[in-house]
């Protein structure tokens, strides 16, 4: 199972990116899917999360500027930024729980770079 994000790149504050995730290999479900960020110098966050029938959830730096959602169909995941700030710069991660037909496991995708200019 491999989880394969992209979308990063160099943008300047106010500007927008959308971020995908792609989950392949021997996938029997995926339950709840999120978004970490991980800043230099800094612990690993939570930036959205979304369960499987779609219920979001957001941090609160990121409410209302950010929407996280999922395609199941496509086991794809997305995270629209907009607005963003200097302070979004960071490695963005997604992770989720798959199920390979025994229990679940998390799963984490290699990283993204998102950087901000001021």
């Known amino acids: 199972v491999q989880l394969q994000a992209s979308g990063g790149g160099l943008v300047q504050a106010g500007e927008s990116l959308r971020l995908s995730c792609v989950a392949s290999?021997?996938?029997?479900?995926?339950?709840?899917m999120g978004w970490y960020r991980q800043a230099p110098g800094k612990q690993r966050e939570l930036v959205a999360s979304?369960?499987?029938?779609?219920?979001?959830n957001y941090a609160d730096s990121v409410k209302s500027r950010f929407t996280i959602s999922r395609d199941n169909a496509k086991k794809t995941l997305y995270l629209q930024l907009d607005s963003l700030k200097p302070e979004d710069t960071a490695v963005y991660f997604c992770?989720?729980?798959?199920?390979?037909?025994?229990?679940?496991?998390?799963?984490w995708g290699q990283g993204t770079q998102v950087t901000v200019s001021s």
């Open positions: 992770n989720a729980e798959i199920s390979r037909g025994l229990g679940y496991g998390p799963y």
């Open positions: 979304i369960t499987r029938d779609g219920r979001p």
């Open positions: 290999g021997a996938i029997f479900r995926i339950n709840d």
